[in-house]
């Protein structure tokens, strides 16, 4: 079992920056892959950014380049740097773990003001 805290989130202003952190706690020696999903009001979950146990990192085309996703392993949390925010980041957003099975975190709303 894997569970997840999540903090960060809140209300920023277009251009702003948030870092949200995902903290896990349990059986984290299993874990394969740390992500960030997130879901807007009225869409689909979205995937924004992966790291693998090996540290390669993957962005979805709307982040690369302002998001950054990133892991403290001695605090076994993943973080998650976003900079240069804007509207159509608002979002509520999910940190996700996958060891044998899949976690997810109770999610965080980040809100981009224009």
């Known amino acids: 079992q894997v569970q997840l805290v999540e903090s960060g989130g809140g209300l920023v202003q277009t251009g702003g920056s948030l870092r949200l952190s995902c903290e896990a706690s349990?059986?984290?020696?299993?874990?394969?892959?740390m992500a960030w999903y997130r879901q807007a009001p009225g869409k689909q979950r979205e995937w924004v950014a992966s790291l693998s146990v090996a540290g390669g990192t993957n962005y979805a085309n709307s982040v690369r380049g302002r998001f950054t996703i990133s892991r403290n392993s001695a605090k076994n949390t993943v973080y998650l740097q976003m900079n240069s925010l804007k509207p159509e980041d608002t979002a509520v957003y999910y940190c996700?773990?996958?060891?044998?099975?899949?976690?997810w975190g109770q999610g965080t709303q980040v809100t981009v003001s224009s």
């Open positions: 996700f773990v996958q060891t044998i099975r899949n976690y």
């Open positions: 349990g059986s984290i020696s299993t874990i394969n892959t």
